[in-house]
């Protein structure tokens, strides 16, 4: 490993191939071309599967913008990656959604930051996408969106919901930030109906909109109310809805690292990106295929907003890849597919970690571990040593470096 990194720290000296300039990379390719005299408004929707999969509420909600906005074209970018909480939905909020210039933005991720364990994670990782909107050249409006587990209000995991979105509710009211909350709607609309429809329990109404899971239902569902509460919100106080948010400074005082961070991507194919060992590059044009199956990647991640610039795999037992930054802190972005690959990270050759791409999903994308580095300003290097599993099932695969920066 230490050979590894030690030869690509040459080539990296001889090559001249870097641009350690964080703010110059590769083109994203930027906002999509729009017809000349065209007045467009630009949606945007960033949370997990609820919203990857929710096309039909995100249309429901592109009809009641329309119907406020005649004679604008109403674009919708829908970006929801599934199994994803609001720390990776911050790490990648610039790369899948600030750069289109959203007119307004509409953050779903209450049920998957049901796991986080402290109250800090529930608030500074929304507080983090917060701040980056109101960064943007054209601070877009920002609305809470609450997404419902179909559990009854006595259970234990309505209770650690609701207390997350209790924790979410302190960010929105610091920002004057809109919040439409699912369950509660869903919770009125079983009031209203309950006797007519002869429901005994909430649950009596859970069934007609999800499917059954265990003793339970699928949380993917619902969407027909996720749309109703979205269109009554809009309704009932359409100008609280489309409010600016207030100019506040950072609510997570304790936690201003992380709320007010910005974050960038190198992506695979960046001039920034050195290599050794044998890497293969998979885009849109040429897609990893396999002929046993064991190994797949999704077609959504060649899609907006998956790793438009590709994916790198190693494709040998050993290799390495590298990069100058002056970020405080990096990660890797990588596809699920490569769960059980790690790699050992050296900071201006010292020893200095490893990275794990582990998951119990296949073809969702991740985040690795957070690498810190001196966060002084200066230029730093750092490598990535991987050696392949002995699993065949298991490769080294990725779409983009992070780096997140601190004031």
């Given at each position: ?37 065209e007045d467009v408004y630009t949606a945007a929707f960033i949370g997990g599967s609820l ?181 009554e919100a809009f309704t009932q106080n359409y100008d609280e809805c489309m409010s600016p ?163």
């Amino acid at each position: 490993a230490v050979i590894a990194a030690l030869r690509l720290e040459q080539f990296m000296k001889k090559s001249g191939t870097y641009n350690p300039d964080p703010y110059t990379d590769v083109d994203r390719g930027g906002t999509p071309e729009k017809n000349a005299g065209e007045d467009v408004y630009t949606a945007a929707f960033i949370g997990g599967s609820l919203t990857a999969g929710g096309s039909l509420w995100i249309s429901e909600t592109k009809k009641v913008l329309e119907e406020h906005m005649p004679g604008k074209t109403v674009r919708t970018i829908n970006a929801g990656k599934g199994g994803t909480t609001s720390q990776y939905g911050a790490a990648r909020f610039m790369e899948d959604v600030g750069q289109y210039a959203p007119d307004i933005v509409f953050v779903e991720f209450a049920v998957n930051d049901t796991e986080f364990s402290t109250e800090n994670q529930a608030k500074m990782y929304m507080e983090s996408i917060v701040r980056q909107c109101k960064k943007l050249t054209k601070e877009p409006i920002v609305v809470f969106l609450y997404a419902p587990y179909p559990v009854e209000k006595d259970s234990d995991l309505y209770k650690k919901w609701a207390q997350g979105v209790a924790w979410k509710e302190e960010v929105a009211r610091h920002y004057g930030i809109k919040s439409i909350n699912i369950y509660d709607y869903m919770q009125n609309d079983y009031a209203k109906t309950k006797e007519e429809n002869g429901y005994n329990e909430f649950t009596d109404y859970l069934k007609k909109l999800y499917q059954a899971s265990g003793s339970g239902f699928n949380v993917h569902g619902g969407y027909p109310k996720y749309a109703e509460a979205i269109r009554e919100a809009f309704t009932q106080n359409y100008d609280e809805c489309m409010s600016p948010m207030k100019n506040a400074g950072v609510y997570c005082k304790a936690e201003k690292d992380i709320a007010d961070a910005e974050y960038k991507q190198i992506s695979v194919d960046s001039p920034r990106m050195n290599y050794a060992g044998n890497w293969k590059f998979y885009t849109a044009a040429e897609q990893f295929t396999t002929d046993d199956g064991k190994i797949s990647i999704n077609s959504g991640h060649y899609l907006y907003p998956y790793f438009t610039h590709g994916i790198a795999q190693l494709e040998n037992d050993k290799g390495a890849f590298g990069f100058d930054t002056t970020a405080a802190a990096v990660s890797i972005s990588y596809s699920a597919a490569t769960a059980g690959s790690s790699a050992t990270v050296y900071i201006d050759q010292k020893e200095s970690g490893t990275v794990s791409c582990q998951s119990i999903y296949h073809g969702v994308n991740y985040n690795t571990n957070w690498i810190s580095l001196p966060n002084d300003g200066k230029t730093h290097r750092v490598i990535f040593v991987v050696d392949r599993p002995s699993n065949d099932n298991y490769v080294f695969r990725f779409g983009s470096i992070i780096e997140r920066y601190t004031k």
